[in-house]
């Protein structure tokens, strides 16, 4: 399990994806979608933001991101959770919004924070917790794909991998 943000690697690839959280309680959920999109080879870069209590910090960074080349945006947060659709105000990529599981309602406030956006400005809204953070992973990869005929390749075969996982029949419990 990786339990720390990566380490910046100069000699890599361009990041595309922007994986941001915002807090560092967020990234034990959002590592998984760290770990996914690392399994699939896709340049991805990490950012604690919080809407609350970094907005500056929210405004300059999403707000460079076309420039800079991303391609989406996944937003982990929890509680009154503003920070996907405060993104996805600021920039027009695609915003992935991941409701992370909180304390005091169990990621419900996180949820409908996120997925009751106003017509206008979409939050692509995934499950709550670890579930969401896998597959805004695995979506931003299927949108990447269209036009990335190796990344399409990869993502078959980690759909077929899971696939074959998957048993037949369930082991016996010890009674
Ligand atoms: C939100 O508040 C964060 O996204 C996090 O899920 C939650 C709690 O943050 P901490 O108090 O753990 O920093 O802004």
Request: hydrophobic share 45%; proline share 7%.
């Amino acid at each position: 399990m990786n339990n720390q943000p990566p380490s910046i690697d100069e000699s890599s690839p361009a990041p595309i994806i922007a994986l941001i959280m915002g807090s560092q309680s967020d990234w034990e959920t959002m590592h998984h979608a760290a770990d996914v999109l690392s399994a699939l080879q896709i340049p991805y870069e990490t950012r604690i933001i919080s809407a609350h209590r970094t907005p500056k910090r929210l405004y300059d960074y999403v707000g460079s991101l076309v420039s800079k080349g991303f391609k989406a945006v996944i937003a982990g947060a929890g509680g009154a959770a503003h920070l996907p659709g405060m993104s996805a105000a600021i920039t027009r990529l695609p915003v992935f919004g991941v409701p992370v599981q909180s304390k005091a309602l169990n990621g419900m406030d996180s949820l409908l924070s996120i997925v009751q956006m106003p017509a206008g400005i979409p939050v692509g809204t995934l499950a709550i917790g670890r579930a969401g953070a896998i597959n805004a992973a695995l979506l931003s990869a299927a949108i990447l794909a269209n036009n990335d005929d190796d990344l399409a390749e990869r993502l078959d075969q980690w759909r077929q991998r899971q696939t074959a996982d998957v048993q037949d029949q369930p082991d016996t419990l010890p009674r």
